[in-house]
């Protein structure tokens, strides 16, 4: 009895139509700057050491060039790069690579323009080669890549000529994948405000030395980089680096909680902190991979059974997680190298991290500014204390205080009484939910501190200790360490000054 083979499977070809394609993947959901983004990673992956970003108005119909000084591509190469899909995410790519699907430089690209047009000089030459929208369309549904430039300006095209080697890449027909609405000349200068901000935060590390060196200019303006972890200011809190085996590699997890509104100098560097979507947006985990940021800000879904949201109290806490590139299919990465996800093997580590930032930073918040053994050091008494979860009250006045001990040695027992009964009655009456939805609602208030006002009140303070017998500079320095009178600067000598003046 012969043994029988399989009869072959039929099979038809069924290969995509080229302008129907790629008209999906516009709305991939690429902005400008993410889609920006996404072109600066060719010319960092090409060694490139300089970036210059150009647009024009153009009355209405926009242009936009990215040039680098980068080793370029010669003909071949440059077919392959311009191919959707490129050699795929399977393969193994180098350090500097900061790709993975083949499709950053087409479909970042085409989301915003409707001709891309890449030209590029190695040391074999010039080569260039056009992706036309409106051509694929008449074509039939083939994939007929234009070879030249299709008629670019011999001023876009001639940046190249006084470079040895580089990549210019061009869009026309720019309509930013709007069918109709298309943006006024203000909201034009508006969005390039935006790439500026998300070019400076994406690529903050090349543009700060902590990564391979790196200048990106913006219609002739450098680019600064804006450092989410101000890690050149010393009131900030640091964890210890710590790492974590994972799936895809190694990853290396710190976290930051950044200083309170009363540390900066003025509110222009505060708002600056803040970052390009302000204070309470920009909380949470910032994701890298080879020191480009990937996710800026969130909390990846953690929290336990009911996950966290970038609330007022956790603000100031920021945590960077560096990923290897070859962790991007545990990470989830997306095409835009927008989202990323962190795998389930890892997630229990990585809260337990962000539990410890967000409690700190919960303590830098509600304390302004002090924690920790500076909070100790300083010898601040507050009257409120926060009870653990489980307590029967959650805010209680602390009946050790100076002031509610001083108040109980000068007091008959009726007359305590009725004062700890009316304590009890402020405790039970805290208005918690109103506080959380004033909070939640119109954020935090500015609570200036009124050195006037609180000296007042401090002044008559220390004029019933001096009654019971303390001294002016005894009372003074009593109450210098207490909350809110520390806030007031030189209150000892102001109120030892007052004391001392009015007995003369």
Same mark, same amino acid.
């Given at each position: 009895?012969?043994?029988?083979?399989?009869?072959?499977?039929?099979?038809?070809?069924?290969?995509?139509?080229?302008?129907?394609?790629?008209?999906?993947?516009?709305?991939?959901?690429?902005?400008?700057?993410?889609?920006?983004?996404?072109?600066?990673?060719?010319?960092?992956?090409?060694?490139?050491?300089?970036?210059?970003?150009?647009?024009?108005?153009?009355?209405?119909?926009?242009?936009?060039?990215?040039?680098?000084?980068?080793?370029?591509?010669?003909?071949?190469?440059?077919?392959?790069?311009?191919?959707?899909?490129?050699?795929?995410?399977?393969?193994?790519?180098?350090?500097?690579?900061?790709?993975? @699907?083949?499709?950053?430089?087409?479909?970042?690209?085409?989301?915003?323009?409707?001709?891309?047009?890449?030209?590029?000089?190695?040391?074999?030459?010039?080569?260039?080669?056009?992706?036309?929208?409106?051509?694929?369309?008449?074509?039939?549904?083939?994939?007929?890549?234009?070879?030249?430039?299709?008629?670019?300006?011999?001023?876009?095209?001639?940046?190249?000529?006084?470079?040895?080697?580089?990549?210019?890449?061009?869009?026309?027909?720019?309509?930013?994948?709007?069918?109709?609405?298309?943006?006024?000349?203000?909201?034009?200068?508006?969005?390039?405000?935006?790439?500026?901000?998300?070019?400076?935060?994406?690529?903050?590390?090349?543009?700060?030395?902590?990564?391979?060196?790196?200048?990106?200019?913006?219609?002739?303006?450098?680019?600064?980089?804006?450092?989410?972890?101000?890690?050149?200011?010393?009131?900030?809190?640091?964890?210890?680096?710590?790492?974590?085996?994972?799936?895809?590699?190694?990853?290396?997890?710190?976290?930051?909680?950044?200083?309170?509104?009363?540390? @900066?100098?003025?509110?222009?560097?505060?708002?600056?902190?803040?970052?390009?979507?302000?204070?309470?947006?920009?909380?949470? @985990?910032?994701?890298?991979?080879?020191?480009?940021?990937?996710?800026?800000?969130?909390?990846?879904?953690?929290?336990?059974?009911?996950?966290?949201?970038?609330?007022?109290?956790?603000?100031?806490?920021?945590?960077?997680?560096?990923?290897?590139?070859?962790?991007?299919?545990?990470?989830?990465?997306?095409?835009?190298?927008?989202?990323?996800?962190?795998?389930?093997?890892?997630?229990?580590?990585?809260?337990?991290?962000?539990?410890?930032?967000?409690?700190?930073?919960?303590?830098?918040?509600?304390?302004?500014?002090?924690?920790?053994?500076?909070?100790?050091?300083?010898?601040?008494?507050?009257?409120?204390?926060?009870?653990?979860?489980?307590?029967?009250?959650?805010?209680?006045?602390?009946?050790?205080?100076?002031?509610?001990?001083?108040?109980?040695?000068?007091?008959?027992?009726?007359? @305590?009484?009725?004062?700890?009964?009316?304590?009890?009655?402020?405790?039970?009456?805290?208005?918690?939910?109103?506080?959380?939805?004033?909070?939640?609602?119109?954020?935090?208030?500015?609570?200036?501190?009124?050195?006037?006002?609180?000296?007042?009140?401090?002044?008559?303070?220390?004029?019933?200790?001096?009654?019971?017998?303390?001294?002016?500079?005894?009372?003074?320095?009593?109450?210098?360490?207490?909350?809110?009178?520390?806030?007031?600067?030189?209150?000892?000598?102001?109120?030892?000054?007052?004391?001392?003046?009015?007995?003369?």
């Amino acid at each position: 009895m012969g043994l029988s083979l399989p009869l072959p499977v039929p099979t038809r070809a069924v290969p995509p139509s080229a302008a129907a394609l790629v008209g999906s993947l516009r709305g991939v959901g690429y902005s400008l700057e993410t889609a920006i983004a996404d072109i600066l990673d060719n010319s960092i992956a090409a060694g490139a050491k300089s970036i210059d970003i150009q647009w024009e108005w153009n009355d209405g119909e926009p242009v936009g060039w990215i040039l680098d000084d980068g080793h370029g591509m010669h003909t071949d190469r440059l077919v392959e790069a311009m191919r959707f899909g490129g050699i795929g995410p399977e393969a193994k790519r180098t350090a500097e690579d900061l790709g993975r @699907f083949g499709l950053g430089l087409k479909t970042a690209s085409l989301s915003q323009c409707r001709q891309l047009t890449v030209v590029s000089k190695a040391s074999s030459g010039l080569a260039s080669f056009t992706w036309d929208l409106d051509q694929l369309r008449k074509s039939g549904g083939g994939w007929d890549l234009i070879e030249g430039d299709a008629g670019l300006s011999g001023e876009i095209r001639d940046q190249l000529k006084s470079r040895k080697s580089g990549t210019l890449v061009v869009w026309r027909m720019v309509d930013f994948g709007r069918t109709n609405d298309r943006p006024s000349y203000e909201s034009f200068l508006a969005d390039l405000q935006r790439v500026d901000a998300h070019l400076a935060m994406v690529f903050h590390r090349f543009l700060a030395g902590d990564a391979r060196a790196l200048e990106i200019t913006l219609n002739g303006s450098r680019v600064k980089a804006w450092d989410p972890f101000l890690e050149n200011d010393e009131s900030v809190i640091r964890n210890p680096e710590q790492r974590i085996e994972g799936p895809g590699g190694r990853v290396r997890v710190r976290g930051f909680v950044l200083p309170h509104r009363d540390r @900066f100098r003025n509110e222009i560097e505060f708002e600056k902190a803040g970052g390009p979507d302000g204070w309470t947006a920009q909380q949470g @985990f910032y994701v890298y991979r080879h020191k480009r940021l990937l996710s800026a800000g969130g909390w990846l879904g953690l929290g336990g059974s009911r996950a966290w949201t970038r609330d007022e109290t956790s603000r100031l806490a920021r945590i960077r997680i560096d990923i290897p590139n070859t962790a991007d299919h545990d990470w989830r990465i997306d095409v835009r190298k927008a989202i990323a996800r962190p795998p389930d093997a890892i997630r229990k580590p990585l809260q337990r991290i962000a539990e410890d930032v967000r409690r700190k930073a919960r303590e830098v918040f509600v304390h302004r500014g002090q924690y920790g053994s500076r909070q100790k050091a300083t010898g601040v008494s507050r009257i409120w204390q926060v009870n653990p979860e489980g307590a029967k009250r959650r805010y209680t006045v602390r009946r050790d205080h100076e002031l509610i001990q001083f108040l109980k040695g000068r007091m008959d027992k009726t007359g @305590f009484e009725f004062f700890e009964a009316l304590l009890d009655l402020v405790e039970r009456t805290v208005p918690v939910d109103r506080v959380w939805l004033d909070v939640t609602e119109h954020g935090v208030p500015d609570d200036e501190v009124n050195s006037s006002e609180l000296v007042t009140t401090a002044l008559s303070m220390a004029r019933m200790m001096e009654r019971a017998g303390l001294t002016p500079h005894e009372a003074a320095a009593r109450l210098a360490t207490m909350d809110p009178f520390d806030k007031v600067e030189d209150i000892e000598e102001k109120l030892i000054r007052k004391l001392q003046g009015a007995k003369r």
